[in-house]
């Protein structure tokens, strides 16, 4: 049923010379109060207030952070530390008797104890550390360095589908309102035969129950109507959703339907080598592949060695409680070095993690060429949608012209007396059928537009007007 009244919102909105048919914008409100906007506007708000984009700025965020966590383990660490430490109960040596003259308080065993533990001790210690030589860490930079390209290509990703929900979530809001005028003047039309019904009646060239059918068929639209209201109602709140507006913000929709007539590549191959160059999704899996390649020698770099150059600089101190601690001496020691570590046995981590690298590696693979095979499907299926519907336009926009002009014909011929109801409500579903096809091509048109945009990596974001 959405379909069908999608169909004749499009006509009412393209085919001049026809009451039914005029353009008409959407209003939510017809306030000035309300918020009046174009395709163009409705896409830059969404674009300014989606939340998906906003998640999709976020990782692209956190991505640049991780680039600089990668870069940690190649440049200097320095770091430094107190200590202090307080003796409750003093250590205790012992020494052979007589080693010291001056000693007194030998035991019985032949051993004199000597305190050796001062009341207070501190010190204090600048360590710095540098890689001079670690493989897996410059692999891991170039990993993050891709893996932040990736969070590019994903924001865009995001950009395009944002855009894309804009623009139908525009179109059906359109096409709803289209609907409900649709509706209107079918019920405008009925009225007006059921009135020339009633006066043929009166004259007793119709009978009675001609103006009960005329009756019926005027309110068996009521229905109709009801429903059509409610999607213009539904319809905006879509929109506005998709917009990211509160609910409470009234709409005014400036823009009307119709077909750009947008160039597009004239064969599938054409398209496709457009898509595999633009779709952020297939950019995507590209600088996967290369990510899991970093992986792959991050991994094999684990089985190499590490070289790291090492500085100390110290200072301690210890002294009683009976001493005033800046009496206390504070002697400086320092030392630098160089550490090589090779790992030798690690019980099969290194070597099964080099198989998962590569088994990763070959899957972004696979999935990367199965990508670019549906692409190729995707695009020629949408290319053919695109041309059916165009060459649909076409012939549905005389078949409407003709629809026209018989019903004109039925209706004279009735009004005169010498033409029938029947012959009437012929022309009026003939006329409703050409009008529904003809709007079926153009939101099928509209529609394969948008979709073809998508799977060609194209996101059309038009420039708001001034």
Request: proline residues 4%; charged residues 25%.
């Amino acid at each position: 049923m959405f379909r069908l009244l999608s169909l004749l919102t499009l006509l009412a909105l393209t085919i001049p010379g026809s009451s039914a048919l005029r353009a008409v914008p959407v209003h939510a409100d017809s306030s000035s109060a309300a918020l009046r906007v174009s395709v163009a506007d409705a896409v830059q708000i969404g674009m300014e207030k989606s939340r998906r984009l906003e998640i999709a700025r976020l990782d692209r965020q956190m991505s640049a952070e991780k680039v600089r966590e990668a870069w940690s383990p190649v440049l200097p660490q320095i770091s430094t530390g107190v200590t202090y430490t307080r003796s409750l109960k003093s250590s205790i040596l012992f020494f052979p008797s007589g080693m010291f003259s001056s000693t007194s308080g030998a035991d019985a065993t032949g051993f004199t104890p000597i305190n050796i533990s001062p009341d207070n001790s501190g010190k204090a210690t600048v360590d710095v550390r540098q890689s001079l030589f670690n493989g897996t860490a410059l692999a891991g930079i170039r990993a993050a360095g891709i893996v932040r390209k990736i969070s590019e290509e994903a924001y865009r990703d995001a950009e395009a589908e944002v855009v894309s929900t804009i623009r139908m979530a525009y179109f059906d809001a359109l096409i709803s309102r289209a609907e409900l005028q649709l509706v209107r003047d079918s019920i405008d039309r009925w009225e007006e035969a059921r009135r020339d019904t009633r006066a043929m009646y009166r004259q007793g060239v119709a009978a009675d129950i001609d103006t009960l059918k005329a009756t019926l068929s005027v309110e068996n639209l009521r229905p109709d109507l009801i429903q059509a209201e409610s999607r213009v109602s539904n319809t905006l709140t879509r929109l506005r959703n998709a917009m990211g507006l509160d609910p409470s913000v009234a709409l005014v929709l400036t823009d009307s339907l119709s077909v750009a007539g947008t160039a597009y590549p004239a064969d599938a191959q054409a398209a496709w080598h457009e898509a595999l160059d633009a779709r952020p999704d297939v950019r995507q899996l590209e600088l996967r592949v290369r990510a899991e390649r970093e992986q792959l020698s991050a991994a094999r770099a684990e089985r190499y060695p590490m070289l790291t150059a090492f500085g100390e600089l110290a200072s301690q101190t210890a002294f009683n409680d009976d001493t005033d601690l800046g009496s206390s001496a504070w002697p400086v020691s320092s030392s630098i070095g160089l550490q090589l570590s090779l790992p030798i046995f690690t019980g099969y981590r290194i070597s099964a993690k080099v198989e998962q690298a590569k088994i990763a590696r070959f899957q972004a693979m696979t999935r990367l060429e199965d990508l670019r095979a549906n692409v190729l499907a995707e695009v020629e299926v949408r290319l053919s949608n695109l041309r059916e519907a165009r060459r649909r336009i076409d012939v549905q926009s005389k078949t409407i012209a003709m629809a026209e002009r018989s019903y004109r014909i039925s209706l004279l011929r009735f009004r005169e007396g010498v033409g029938s109801r029947l012959e009437l409500t012929d022309a009026e579903l003939q006329l409703n059928k050409a009008r529904t096809n003809y709007l079926q091509a153009v939101y099928d048109c509209l529609r394969a537009e948008v979709e073809l945009d998508r799977s060609l990596g194209r996101t059309p974001v038009p420039a708001p007007a001034s």
